[in-house]
Protein backbone atom coordinates (compact mmCIF):
# COMPACT_ATOMS: atom_id res chain seq x y z
CA UNK A 1 0.00 0.00 0.00
CA UNK A 2 1.07 3.60 -0.86
CA UNK A 3 1.71 5.53 1.49
CA UNK A 4 0.41 9.53 0.76
CA UNK A 5 2.21 12.23 1.47
CA UNK A 6 -0.49 14.83 2.09
CA UNK A 7 -3.77 13.83 4.19
CA UNK A 8 -6.56 15.32 4.50
CA UNK A 9 -8.03 15.75 8.30
CA UNK A 10 -5.48 13.51 9.68
CA UNK A 11 -5.08 13.49 13.07
CA UNK A 12 -2.20 15.06 14.40
CA UNK A 13 0.17 12.09 15.88
CA UNK A 14 -0.47 10.31 12.20
CA UNK A 15 0.72 13.40 10.88
CA UNK A 16 3.59 13.66 12.84
CA UNK A 17 4.50 9.49 11.64
CA UNK A 18 3.92 10.81 8.21
CA UNK A 19 6.72 13.29 8.45
CA UNK A 20 8.91 11.35 10.48
CA UNK A 21 8.21 8.31 7.43
CA UNK A 22 9.67 11.07 4.94
CA UNK A 23 12.52 12.01 6.76
CA UNK A 24 13.33 8.43 7.76
CA UNK A 25 13.32 7.46 3.74
CA UNK A 26 14.67 10.41 1.91
CA UNK A 27 17.33 10.67 5.24
CA UNK A 28 16.65 14.82 4.80
CA UNK A 29 14.92 17.07 7.03
CA UNK A 30 15.07 19.54 3.88
CA UNK A 31 14.07 16.93 1.26
CA UNK A 32 11.16 15.80 3.62
CA UNK A 33 9.75 19.17 4.03
CA UNK A 34 9.80 19.79 0.42
CA UNK A 35 7.97 16.76 -0.91
CA UNK A 36 5.70 17.42 1.79
CA UNK A 37 4.89 20.99 0.94
CA UNK A 38 5.71 21.93 4.56
CA UNK A 39 8.48 24.52 6.12
CA UNK A 40 11.67 22.65 7.26
CA UNK A 41 10.85 24.66 11.01
CA UNK A 42 7.43 22.30 10.69
CA UNK A 43 9.11 19.45 10.06
CA UNK A 44 11.71 19.89 12.98
CA UNK A 45 8.99 20.43 15.59
CA UNK A 46 7.06 17.44 14.50
CA UNK A 47 9.91 15.38 14.77
CA UNK A 48 10.68 16.76 17.86
CA UNK A 49 7.46 16.22 19.46
CA UNK A 50 7.48 12.57 18.82
CA UNK A 51 11.39 12.56 20.29
CA UNK A 52 9.07 14.60 23.69
CA UNK A 53 6.40 12.25 23.61
CA UNK A 54 8.08 8.76 23.22
CA UNK A 55 11.06 9.78 25.37
CA UNK A 56 13.91 8.99 22.99
CA UNK A 57 15.87 10.41 19.52
CA UNK A 58 14.91 9.13 16.46
CA UNK A 59 17.51 10.21 14.48
CA UNK A 60 20.76 11.18 14.68
CA UNK A 61 23.63 13.43 11.73
CA UNK A 62 25.80 11.70 9.31
CA UNK A 63 27.22 14.27 7.37
CA UNK A 64 24.87 15.76 5.58
CA UNK A 65 21.98 12.90 5.55
CA UNK A 66 20.35 11.94 8.56
CA UNK A 67 20.04 8.28 10.29
CA UNK A 68 17.89 6.39 12.06
CA UNK A 69 18.84 5.69 15.86
CA UNK A 70 18.11 2.21 17.01
CA UNK A 71 14.59 3.71 18.24
CA UNK A 72 14.16 5.12 14.95
CA UNK A 73 14.22 1.66 13.35
CA UNK A 74 11.27 0.58 15.88
CA UNK A 75 9.46 3.01 14.93
CA UNK A 76 9.77 3.44 11.20
CA UNK A 77 9.00 -0.67 11.17
CA UNK A 78 5.44 0.13 13.34
CA UNK A 79 5.15 3.45 11.23
CA UNK A 80 5.01 1.88 8.05
CA UNK A 81 2.52 -0.70 8.52
CA UNK A 82 0.65 1.81 10.77
CA UNK A 83 0.17 4.30 7.74
CA UNK A 84 -0.29 1.84 5.37
CA UNK A 85 -3.35 0.63 7.64
CA UNK A 86 -4.68 4.14 7.37
CA UNK A 87 -4.28 4.70 3.45
CA UNK A 88 -6.06 1.31 3.18
CA UNK A 89 -8.95 1.99 5.71
CA UNK A 90 -9.69 5.26 3.90
CA UNK A 91 -9.43 3.31 0.36
CA UNK A 92 -12.07 1.04 1.62
CA UNK A 93 -14.30 3.28 2.85
CA UNK A 94 -14.15 4.92 -0.46
CA UNK A 95 -15.50 1.86 -1.64
CA UNK A 96 -17.95 1.70 0.77
CA UNK A 97 -19.27 5.05 -0.62
CA UNK A 98 -19.21 4.06 -3.96
CA UNK A 99 -22.49 2.07 -5.28
CA UNK A 100 -20.85 0.17 -8.20
CA UNK A 101 -18.26 -1.26 -5.91
CA UNK A 102 -19.68 -2.09 -2.39
CA UNK A 103 -21.08 -5.49 -0.81
CA UNK A 104 -24.99 -5.84 -0.56
CA UNK A 105 -25.82 -8.53 1.93
CA UNK A 106 -30.00 -9.79 1.90
CA UNK A 107 -31.92 -13.15 2.51
CA UNK A 108 -33.97 -14.24 -0.08
CA UNK A 109 -37.07 -16.59 0.91
CA UNK A 110 -36.69 -20.05 -1.25
CA UNK A 111 -39.71 -19.13 -3.86
CA UNK A 112 -38.15 -15.76 -4.90
CA UNK A 113 -34.70 -17.01 -4.83
CA UNK A 114 -35.45 -19.73 -7.24
CA UNK A 115 -38.19 -17.74 -9.26
CA UNK A 116 -37.99 -14.65 -9.60
CA UNK A 117 -34.14 -13.19 -8.50
CA UNK A 118 -31.55 -15.23 -10.99
CA UNK A 119 -32.38 -13.36 -14.04
CA UNK A 120 -32.37 -10.05 -12.26
CA UNK A 121 -29.11 -10.82 -10.05
CA UNK A 122 -27.62 -12.27 -13.27
CA UNK A 123 -28.58 -9.10 -15.26
CA UNK A 124 -27.35 -6.68 -12.36
CA UNK A 125 -23.73 -8.77 -12.41
CA UNK A 126 -22.48 -8.39 -15.87
CA UNK A 127 -23.91 -4.90 -15.84
CA UNK A 128 -21.90 -4.17 -12.06
CA UNK A 129 -19.41 -6.61 -12.06
CA UNK A 130 -17.69 -5.13 -9.04
CA UNK A 131 -20.47 -5.15 -6.50
CA UNK A 132 -20.25 -8.29 -4.35
CA UNK A 133 -23.18 -10.33 -3.03
CA UNK A 134 -23.94 -12.19 0.22
CA UNK A 135 -27.25 -14.18 -0.47
CA UNK A 136 -28.92 -16.27 2.19
CA UNK A 137 -31.97 -18.53 1.15
CA UNK A 138 -33.86 -19.73 3.67
CA UNK A 139 -37.71 -20.15 4.66
CA UNK A 140 -39.44 -16.86 5.10
CA UNK A 141 -39.43 -17.01 8.97
CA UNK A 142 -35.69 -17.80 9.54
CA UNK A 143 -34.89 -14.83 7.29
CA UNK A 144 -36.91 -12.79 9.56
CA UNK A 145 -34.72 -14.21 12.38
CA UNK A 146 -31.28 -13.30 10.29
CA UNK A 147 -32.86 -9.81 10.07
CA UNK A 148 -33.25 -9.07 13.38
CA UNK A 149 -29.63 -10.48 14.34
CA UNK A 150 -28.44 -8.21 11.53
CA UNK A 151 -26.96 -11.12 10.00
CA UNK A 152 -28.11 -10.17 6.47
CA UNK A 153 -29.48 -6.49 5.69
CA UNK A 154 -32.90 -6.26 3.66
CA UNK A 155 -35.02 -9.15 3.26
CA UNK A 156 -37.23 -10.35 0.04
CA UNK A 157 -40.11 -12.83 0.54
CA UNK A 158 -43.37 -13.90 0.26
CA UNK A 159 -46.34 -12.84 2.48
CA UNK A 160 -47.42 -15.71 4.61
CA UNK A 161 -45.49 -14.97 7.22
CA UNK A 162 -47.00 -12.30 10.18
CA UNK A 163 -44.31 -9.72 10.55
CA UNK A 164 -43.89 -7.26 13.73
CA UNK A 165 -44.36 -3.69 12.13
CA UNK A 166 -43.03 -2.17 15.20
CA UNK A 167 -39.67 -3.91 14.40
CA UNK A 168 -39.53 -4.20 10.59
CA UNK A 169 -39.92 -1.78 7.88
CA UNK A 170 -42.01 -3.57 4.78
CA UNK A 171 -42.55 -2.44 1.40
CA UNK A 172 -44.52 -3.97 -1.43
CA UNK A 173 -42.53 -4.99 -4.33
CA UNK A 174 -45.11 -7.22 -6.21
CA UNK A 175 -48.16 -8.94 -6.39
CA UNK A 176 -48.46 -12.45 -7.77
CA UNK A 177 -51.85 -13.99 -7.74
CA UNK A 178 -52.05 -18.17 -6.84
CA UNK A 179 -53.44 -20.21 -9.09
CA UNK A 180 -55.03 -23.59 -9.07
CA UNK A 181 -52.24 -26.03 -10.75
CA UNK A 182 -53.51 -29.33 -12.76
CA UNK A 183 -52.40 -31.65 -15.72
CA UNK A 184 -52.42 -31.15 -18.94
CA UNK A 185 -55.55 -33.25 -19.57
CA UNK A 186 -57.65 -32.08 -16.48
CA UNK A 187 -61.04 -31.56 -16.84
CA UNK A 188 -61.32 -27.89 -15.46
CA UNK A 189 -61.77 -24.92 -17.44
CA UNK A 190 -59.57 -21.81 -16.45
CA UNK A 191 -62.09 -20.97 -13.68
CA UNK A 192 -62.75 -23.36 -10.89
CA UNK A 193 -65.09 -23.03 -7.75
CA UNK A 194 -63.40 -23.47 -4.38
CA UNK A 195 -65.85 -26.50 -4.05
CA UNK A 196 -64.14 -27.86 -7.08
CA UNK A 197 -61.20 -27.56 -6.15
CA UNK A 198 -61.73 -29.18 -2.50
CA UNK A 199 -62.95 -31.97 -4.23
CA UNK A 200 -59.66 -33.02 -5.43
CA UNK A 201 -56.36 -34.36 -4.16
CA UNK A 202 -54.13 -31.45 -3.33
CA UNK A 203 -50.55 -31.80 -3.35
CA UNK A 204 -49.50 -28.53 -1.41
CA UNK A 205 -46.44 -27.26 0.44
CA UNK A 206 -45.37 -27.94 3.94
CA UNK A 207 -47.72 -26.09 6.89
CA UNK A 208 -44.71 -24.53 8.07
CA UNK A 209 -43.81 -22.28 4.68
CA UNK A 210 -44.82 -18.75 4.00
CA UNK A 211 -47.12 -19.42 1.41
CA UNK A 212 -48.58 -22.90 2.98
CA UNK A 213 -49.26 -20.25 5.94
CA UNK A 214 -50.85 -17.20 3.66
CA UNK A 215 -53.02 -20.42 1.57
CA UNK A 216 -54.39 -21.38 4.74
CA UNK A 217 -55.35 -17.89 6.18
CA UNK A 218 -57.27 -17.21 3.40
CA UNK A 219 -58.68 -20.41 2.98
CA UNK A 220 -59.79 -19.98 7.13
CA UNK A 221 -61.40 -16.48 6.00
CA UNK A 222 -64.02 -18.75 3.99
CA UNK A 223 -64.41 -20.82 7.17
CA UNK A 224 -62.52 -23.60 5.10
CA UNK A 225 -59.88 -26.03 6.66
CA UNK A 226 -57.34 -27.80 3.64
CA UNK A 227 -56.85 -31.36 3.96
CA UNK A 228 -54.05 -32.13 1.71
CA UNK A 229 -53.49 -35.32 0.01
CA UNK A 230 -49.69 -34.97 0.71
CA UNK A 231 -47.17 -32.00 1.87
CA UNK A 232 -44.21 -31.64 0.26
CA UNK A 233 -41.74 -29.15 1.28
CA UNK A 234 -40.23 -28.40 -2.22
CA UNK A 235 -42.43 -26.47 -5.08
CA UNK A 236 -40.47 -27.84 -7.74
CA UNK A 237 -41.70 -31.31 -6.72
CA UNK A 238 -45.25 -30.64 -6.28
CA UNK A 239 -44.63 -29.51 -9.78
CA UNK A 240 -43.51 -32.30 -10.82
CA UNK A 241 -46.05 -34.74 -8.95
CA UNK A 242 -48.95 -32.62 -10.73
CA UNK A 243 -47.09 -33.31 -14.31
CA UNK A 244 -47.69 -36.96 -13.41
CA UNK A 245 -51.12 -36.94 -12.22
CA UNK A 246 -50.61 -37.37 -8.81
CA UNK A 247 -53.04 -34.60 -7.94
CA UNK A 248 -53.85 -31.13 -8.03
CA UNK A 249 -52.20 -27.97 -6.09
CA UNK A 250 -52.25 -24.53 -5.61
CA UNK A 251 -49.00 -22.58 -6.42
CA UNK A 252 -47.35 -19.07 -7.39
CA UNK A 253 -48.21 -17.94 -11.02
CA UNK A 254 -44.36 -17.28 -11.73
CA UNK A 255 -43.47 -20.79 -10.41
CA UNK A 256 -45.41 -22.43 -12.64
CA UNK A 257 -44.76 -19.90 -15.70
CA UNK A 258 -42.37 -22.09 -17.74
CA UNK A 259 -44.34 -25.18 -17.60
CA UNK A 260 -47.49 -23.79 -18.36
CA UNK A 261 -46.07 -21.92 -21.56
CA UNK A 262 -44.42 -25.37 -22.51
CA UNK A 263 -47.97 -27.31 -22.11
CA UNK A 264 -46.79 -29.41 -19.05
CA UNK A 265 -49.21 -27.62 -16.47
CA UNK A 266 -52.09 -25.98 -16.82
CA UNK A 267 -53.77 -23.35 -14.58
CA UNK A 268 -56.76 -21.84 -13.09
CA UNK A 269 -58.32 -19.10 -11.09
CA UNK A 270 -60.44 -19.89 -8.19
CA UNK A 271 -63.77 -18.31 -8.15
CA UNK A 272 -64.59 -16.24 -4.47
CA UNK A 273 -61.23 -16.38 -3.49
CA UNK A 274 -58.54 -13.88 -3.08
CA UNK A 275 -55.32 -14.87 -3.78
CA UNK A 276 -53.35 -12.00 -4.58
CA UNK A 277 -50.03 -12.64 -2.45
CA UNK A 278 -47.42 -9.96 -1.77
CA UNK A 279 -43.62 -10.04 -2.52
CA UNK A 280 -42.05 -8.05 0.16
CA UNK A 281 -38.54 -6.48 0.84
CA UNK A 282 -38.58 -6.27 4.92
CA UNK A 283 -35.26 -4.27 6.82
CA UNK A 284 -34.78 -3.80 10.50
CA UNK A 285 -36.80 -0.84 11.14
CA UNK A 286 -34.14 2.17 11.37
CA UNK A 287 -31.31 -0.10 9.10
CA UNK A 288 -29.39 1.80 7.14
CA UNK A 289 -28.38 0.22 3.82
CA UNK A 290 -24.95 0.72 1.83
CA UNK A 291 -25.00 2.92 -1.20
CA UNK A 292 -24.39 -0.55 -3.01
CA UNK A 293 -27.73 -2.15 -1.37
CA UNK A 294 -29.71 1.37 -1.93
CA UNK A 295 -28.42 1.13 -5.62
CA UNK A 296 -29.32 -2.53 -6.05
CA UNK A 297 -32.67 -2.25 -4.54
CA UNK A 298 -33.55 0.34 -7.07
CA UNK A 299 -32.64 -1.99 -9.89
CA UNK A 300 -34.85 -4.47 -8.48
CA UNK A 301 -37.48 -2.53 -8.53
CA UNK A 302 -37.57 -1.44 -11.81
CA UNK A 303 -36.92 -4.90 -13.16
CA UNK A 304 -39.71 -5.85 -11.79
CA UNK A 305 -42.16 -3.74 -13.30
CA UNK A 306 -41.31 -6.17 -16.35
CA UNK A 307 -42.89 -8.70 -14.22
CA UNK A 308 -45.71 -6.30 -13.88
CA UNK A 309 -46.36 -5.87 -17.48
CA UNK A 310 -46.31 -10.05 -18.18
CA UNK A 311 -48.81 -10.75 -15.64
CA UNK A 312 -47.91 -9.84 -12.21
CA UNK A 313 -48.97 -6.95 -10.55
CA UNK A 314 -46.06 -4.38 -9.38
CA UNK A 315 -47.16 -2.52 -6.07
Not at 40 to 48: F, R
Not at 159 to 187: A, C, K, T, Y
Not at 220 to 248: A, D, H, M, R, S
Not at 280 to 308: C, H
Request: hydrophobic content about 40%.
Amino acid sequence: MKIVRKGVNVPMELERLRTFYFVAKLKSFTKAAKYLALTQPAVSLQIKALENEYGTTLFERRGKEVILTESGKVLITYAEKILSAFEEMKLKLKKCGDPLCGKVSFGASILTAIYLLPSILGKFRRLYPQVQFTLRVRYAEEILEFLAENQVNFGIMGEGNRIDERSFDIEQLLEDELVFVMPPGHPFQARVSLEMVLAQELILPEEYSALRKYIDRQMGKLGVTLQPYIEVGNIEVVKKLVEQNFGCSILPSIAVRDEVEAGRLRTGRIEGLPLKRKILLVKKRGKILSPSEEFFIQFLKKELSAFGQSGFTRA
